[in-house]
């Protein structure tokens, strides 16, 4: 087991990428935190229970401070620890520049950047207490590569590695690292709206010719997560079958 005796934070875990991360955690050992939006949280900790995994769930927002704040302490208080954070949490806000309201920019700013910023902030005097901790990160491919429609996406994405880059310096001697993870087209539902001859278009710019699964994702996650990853910081991880090398 992995993550035997750690305690996980992953935000976004009621479903997609988030959940499978969630169970896969559970299954090599870590406590299991799962924080997101939809009430759907509460069925996946569930469902992780009933295999004899350890999770819970807070309805909670990555954007909201002083929720946060508040769930860290009840961790503290709960578990004496926290040692992973997963910033799985995302959405999209797709338009085009001109048709793109300050609305769009400023929601998708806030959820997928500012959220990694507030979570990681909240749980780093937690992890440098202990002298250990790991922080990842989801970026895109569109953070890399930019994508029609999603500049606000695509900033945000970005942003989430300079971030890392910079964490990766100021935490590193503290036992912390911080690392990204950018998947590249994955089956979920952020990607279930694509028509499927857009989909067709996209898989043959996918050197492995398929989309990536929630598992795929996961797997990395779980590497950085672990204790064997000790050596990589600051690093961007494209998990996305060749597409963006
Ligand atoms: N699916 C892909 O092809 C793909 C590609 C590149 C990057 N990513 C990134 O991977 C991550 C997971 O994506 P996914 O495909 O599983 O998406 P998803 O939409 O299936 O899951 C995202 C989860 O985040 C939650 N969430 C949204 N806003 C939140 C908030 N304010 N606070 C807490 N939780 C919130 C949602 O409720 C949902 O459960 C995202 O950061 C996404 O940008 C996905």
Redesign the pocket.
């Known amino acids: 087991m992995r993550l035997k005796n750690r305690v996980a934070i992953i ?10 991360t969630a169970s896969l955690f559970a299954q090599e050992g870590a406590q299991v935190i799962i ?4 009430d ?2 509460a069925k996946t900790a569930e469902q992780i229970r009933q295999k004899g995994g350890k999770a819970d769930f807070t309805k ?5 401070s002083s929720g946060i704040q508040q769930e860290v302490h009840r961790i503290m208080e709960q578990h004496a620890q926290i040692d992973i954070l997963i ?6 806000r797709d338009k085009t520049l001109l048709k793109m309201e300050e609305e769009d920019w400023q929601s998708s700013l ?3 950047l500012g ?1 990694v910023f507030k979570c990681t902030k909240a749980v780093v005097p937690h992890m440098k207490a202990k002298g250990y901790g790991r922080i990842v990160s ?5 953070g890399m590569r930019g994508n029609y429609g999603q500049s606000n ?1 695509a900033a945000a ?1 970005a942003g989430i590695i300079g971030l890392t880059k910079t964490w990766a310096v100021e935490l590193g001697r503290f036992g912390i690292t911080a690392n990204v ?11 279930e709206s694509i028509p499927s001859e857009v989909k067709a278009q996209i898989t043959k710019q996918i050197p492995v010719g398929f ?2 699964s ?1 598992e795929d ?1 996961a797997h990395a996650y779980l590497y950085l997560a672990s204790e064997e990853a000790r050596y990589v910081n600051g690093v961007c991880l494209n998990v ?1 079958g060749g597409m963006a090398r």
Do not use: C, H, Q
């Open positions: 935000t976004g875990a009621a479903r997609g990428i988030g959940a499978a924080w997101d939006v939809l759907l949280g909670l927002s990555v954007t909201d910033n799985n949490a995302g959405i999209l806030d959820v997928n959220g989801a970026s895109s491919i569109t996406y994405k993870v950018a998947p590249g087209f994955t089956e979920t539902e952020m990607v989309l990536g929630t994702i996305d």
